[in-house]
């Protein structure tokens, strides 16, 4: 079993910046995919990044530019810095790992004000 623990969410105004991170209690991260989704009110969960254990990357049309993922396989924890932010970023971010099973942290909102 493995827990994903989100951190980093808050509210923010537009244009500004927040570093989310995922810390997972186990060290399995380096050969698995993770992952940033997002769930916005009264709208279904969407894909934000990946980062496969190579290191690639792979983004959502709506933050290419303004987000980055990344991670720490030392640290066991990935993050998802976002620049530029817009009111349409407003969710409640998830972290997911894939190991072959599908692991969630509990989320961590983010808002978004004009």
């Known amino acids: 079993q493995v827990q994903l623990v989100e951190s980093g969410g808050g509210l923010v105004q537009a244009g500004g910046s927040l570093r989310l991170s995922c810390a997972a209690s186990?060290?399995?991260?380096?050969?698995?995919?993770m992952g940033w989704y997002r769930r916005a009110p009264g709208k279904q969960r969407e894909l934000v990044a990946t980062i496969t254990g190579g290191g690639d990357t792979n983004y959502a049309d709506s933050v290419k530019g303004r987000f980055t993922i990344s991670r720490d396989n030392a640290k066991n924890t990935m993050y998802l810095q976002m620049n530029s932010l817009k009111p349409e970023d407003t969710a409640i971010y998830y972290c997911?790992?894939?190991?072959?099973?599908?692991?969630w942290g509990q989320g961590t909102q983010v808002t978004v004000s004009s």
């Open positions: 997911n790992l894939y190991t072959g099973l599908e692991y």
């Open positions: 186990r060290n399995i991260f380096s050969l698995n995919r």
